[in-house]
């Protein structure tokens, strides 16, 4: 492809303010929880783009939706691009949504040009990229992958009990789960383009990050139990005190992802729960809740091997009780130099600045990513601000990364 695309940008900046409209909350605060009624007045207003693109639309038993622009070969695998529109609440209007309707905008642009893809080119919007309702994210692509399992699923429930079979059904996705999950080869390459959601492109006067690895945490529940007691009358020897454990667990893991030497390695203690959480009563309870992110899942699994040693060594010398529970642990994404090196082609031919970078958040591709080569290609945000309502991306970013995305998709495609 080498005429620029010249579609006006401000067609597809209405169509994300409307899109914004769709919210449970009052705009421009964008509330969107999955199978909500806005959720689902959202897609259909987005498959109504679809359907006016040509588009051919199929939907998934937990509804994934796809929308297929029908390439020339089409028993060819098809090129997949997309991301998500259900938003956390009290969010804004380009998280995900950029990746979805400048897909659209990417095919309308390739459209408009007259080209014609050898392979399909198929627009996702992925079901729950956020974990608001069920408590675990990327549901959607989570399935597609395989890393889901049906059953797994069944098992899901929201706050109020009910189950995503009930929710799923009511909202109008039927069929089994055991159709969700791709097999690999499905489609030839993804790519997903997304807003940074951290501040580096914006500080450094960048116009895309091609993104080469996406971090993914490890989520590990500890509880430990020792014995609660007067703070004055039980005197120090002999105590089992469950929070000084935990203080020890705390300094353990910082120390583990440290020790890595690699600014990659991230650990956190963000919870810590202290029962019965009194002045003058020693802690007999504590549960802490552990996310450990790596691009490396090898260097990320031996920093959770080292809290795990940590746990049987402060539960040995204290005489504590720690009981542990690996809620997730993600296996880390490494992005496909193919389309990576395509990307790069695109962002040169376009005449866009950019660099290589890691992706600190997790998102559909890394789920794609166990069925497909995948890459992702981020734009800015202002502030590097995210899941709030003041989110922004510029309208010359947001084009940046259409042009960009638009280039790839066709070269991928033919
Ligand atoms: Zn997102």
Not at 32 to 53: C, I, P, T
Not at 98 to 104: D, E, H, N, P, S
Request: hydrophobic share 40%; net charge negative.
């Amino acid at each position: 492809m080498t005429t620029k695309p010249n579609r006006d940008i401000d067609h597809l900046i209405g169509e994300l303010n409307i899109l914004a409209q769709i919210s449970e909350a009052e705009p421009p605060v964008v509330t969107r929880v999955v199978f909500s009624e806005a959720d689902l007045r959202a897609r259909a207003y987005v498959k109504g783009l679809f359907a006016d693109a040509g588009l051919t639309i199929r939907e998934d038993a937990i509804g994934n939706t796809f929308a297929r622009w029908q390439g020339s070969d089409p028993d060819l695998a098809p090129i997949g691009t997309g991301s998500h529109i259900d938003a956390i609440p009290n969010a804004g209007l380009y998280d995900g949504c950029v990746g979805v309707l400048g897909g659209l905008e990417a095919i309308r642009v390739l459209q408009q040009l007259g080209f014609q893809p050898r392979r399909s080119i198929e627009l996702i919007i992925f079901t729950s990229e956020e974990p608001t309702r069920f408590g675990l994210g990327c549901l959607g692509s989570r399935m597609i992958g395989g890393v889901l399992s049906p059953s797994q699923a069944t098992a899901l429930r929201d706050k109020e009990c009910r189950s995503l079979d009930e929710l799923r059904t009511q909202a109008g996705f039927s069929g089994s789960l055991d159709s969700v999950a791709l097999a690999r080869g499905h489609y030839h390459q993804f790519v997903e383009l997304h807003i940074e959601q951290g501040p580096l492109l914006e500080q450094e006067g960048l116009d895309l990050g091609l993104v080469t690895a996406i971090a993914a945490p490890a989520s590990l529940r500890i509880q430990i139990e020792g014995e609660g007691g007067h703070a004055g009358a039980k005197l120090m020897p002999g105590r089992k005190d469950a929070l000084a454990a935990a203080a020890e667990l705390i300094l353990a893991l910082e120390s583990a992802a440290k020790s890595t030497g690699v600014i990659d390695t991230v650990a956190t203690v963000g919870v810590c729960e202290v029962f019965p959480g009194a002045v003058n009563s020693i802690p007999s309870r504590v549960r802490l809740e552990t996310d450990i992110r790596d691009i490396d899942a090898a260097r990320r699994d031996r920093v959770l091997t080292s809290l795990h040693e940590a746990c049987s060594d402060v539960s040995g010398r204290r005489g504590v009780v720690i009981t542990t529970e690996l809620v997730n642990a993600d296996p880390p994404a490494t992005c496909d130099p193919v389309i990576l090196d395509q990307l790069e082609a695109s962002a040169i031919a376009a005449g866009k600045s950019f660099k290589r970078m890691v992706s600190r958040a997790y998102h559909d591709s890394l789920f794609m990513a166990r069925i497909a080569p995948v890459a992702m290609l981020f734009i800015p945000c202002r502030g590097g601000v995210s899941h709030r309502p003041d989110e922004y991306a510029s309208p010359e970013w947001i084009g940046a990364g259409i042009h960009v995305l638009a280039r790839t998709l066709a070269s991928l495609a033919s």
